[in-house]
């Protein structure tokens, strides 16, 4: 069955980085494009990024743009979340997802921005 799971997450303060990763398994992974969704305490899941199938382009919401960088390793059926610049409001669980609403995702990794 299909299975993502997620990894990197931890606390940070403002201004810092992190690199987070989705191990896929179950599904061929190279011919999806794949996501990245989080949800921030008390709210629903917001969309944050897009690539497609062979990583040569790739999307960002908004209020990530500029800071986040996805990417990712077809051989190694993984996907990638490169963050810096981080601030508090960014503190959520992330997920990856085979789609963009997040139906299908992993379990999480939380990710604190805090001083």
């Known amino acids: 069955q299909v299975q993502l799971v997620e990894s990197g997450g931890g606390l940070v303060q403002p201004g810092g980085s992190l690199r987070l990763s989705c191990a896929a398994s179950?599904?061929?992974?190279?011919?999806?494009?794949m996501h990245w969704v989080r949800q921030a305490p008390g709210k629903g899941l917001e969309w944050i990024s897009h690539?497609?199938?062979?990583?040569?382009?790739?999307d960002y919401a908004d209020s990530v743009k500029g800071r986040f960088t996805i990417s990712r390793d077809n051989g190694e059926k993984t996907l990638y979340l490169e963050m810096t610049k981080l601030k508090p409001e960014d503190t959520a669980v992330y997920y990856c997802?085979?789609?963009?609403?997040?139906?299908?995702r992993g379990q999480g990794t939380q990710v604190t921005v805090s001083s």
């Open positions: 179950g599904f061929t992974f190279k011919i999806y494009h």
């Open positions: 690539i497609n199938h062979d990583g040569d382009m790739a």
């Open positions: 997802a085979r789609d963009p609403g997040g139906a299908i």
